[in-house]
């Protein structure tokens, strides 16, 4: 496609049950970034994957979180045994050079 | 490090009237300098950036910014808004060429009203 894809839009899951968040970076980007928006904040930085280098993950903020991507491809945020403050909107953003991050439209979940 | 303070959480504005949203950094080295701008339920959306060169940058929709050095500022500015121009607006701050740590600001709330 021609931009960045994400699913689900939205996502309403029970306090404890595990999620799955998926991105679809714009082809041929190198790049690509999740972050977390809670209602209200900034962007809150969570991982980075570059080509075939190792994932920066300095931002995952717990060890319940965790993201994959297969070279260049797909990634999957996973979130295990969700708890109610990580009710956020989710975005994913791809760039192949430096000076601009193209964003998905996000991934909102909502943590009954 | 880098930091990124957008001091001003809404501002609401009458329909044709000039706006500025004020972004403050801070750094050692040498930034780039971002605008987002995100719609009701959508992603960001690039508006602007400043890299290199000079330092009053135009983007999209009638926006631009000006990078000072001195103030280490990167405040946005448009002289007459439109109603569509109601949206969250976002300043980020990176560590220049070599890096992909982009750092966001809380955001400003721009509010056109009729």
């Known amino acids: 496609g021609a931009g960045v894809s994400q699913s689900p839009s939205n996502k309403v899951t029970e306090k404890g049950k595990d999620v799955e968040l998926r991105c679809d970076p714009i082809?041929?980007?190198?790049?690509l970034y999740w972050y977390r928006q809670r209602l209200g904040q900034g962007l809150e930085f969570l991982i980075y994957?570059?080509?075939?280098?190792?994932?920066?993950k300095s931002g995952l903020p717990s060890d319940r979180f965790s993201a994959e991507r297969t070279g260049e491809s797909v990634s999957t945020l996973t979130i295990q045994r969700t708890q109610q403050e990580d009710s956020a909107v989710y975005l994913c953003?791809?760039?192949?050079?430096?000076?601009?991050?193209?964003f998905g439209e996000g991934s909102r979940l909502t943590v009954l | 490090a880098q930091s990124v303070t957008q001091l001003d959480s809404q501002v609401p504005v009458f329909e044709e009237a000039p706006v500025e949203l004020r972004c403050n950094y801070s750094?050692?080295?040498?930034?780039?300098l971002f605008w987002y701008v995100q719609y009701p339920n959508q992603g960001l959306q690039l508006l602007l950036k400043?890299?290199?060169?000079?330092?009053l940058v135009k983007g999209i929709n009638g926006f631009e910014a000006e990078f000072n050095k001195s103030q280490t500022s990167f405040h946005l500015r448009k002289p007459s808004v439109h109603i569509s121009d109601t949206a969250e607006y976002f300043c980020?701050?990176?560590?220049?060429?070599?890096?992909?740590?982009?750092?966001f600001g809380t955001g400003t709330r721009l509010k056109v009203l009729a």
């Open positions: 953003a791809s760039s192949l050079e430096a000076g601009e991050l193209f």
């Open positions: 082809s041929g980007h190198t790049a």
């Open positions: 994957f570059q080509g075939n280098s190792a994932p920066d």
């Open positions: 750094s050692s080295v040498s930034v780039y």
């Open positions: 400043y890299l290199s060169g000079s330092t």
């Open positions: 980020a701050v990176s560590a220049g060429s070599g890096t992909y740590k982009y750092i």
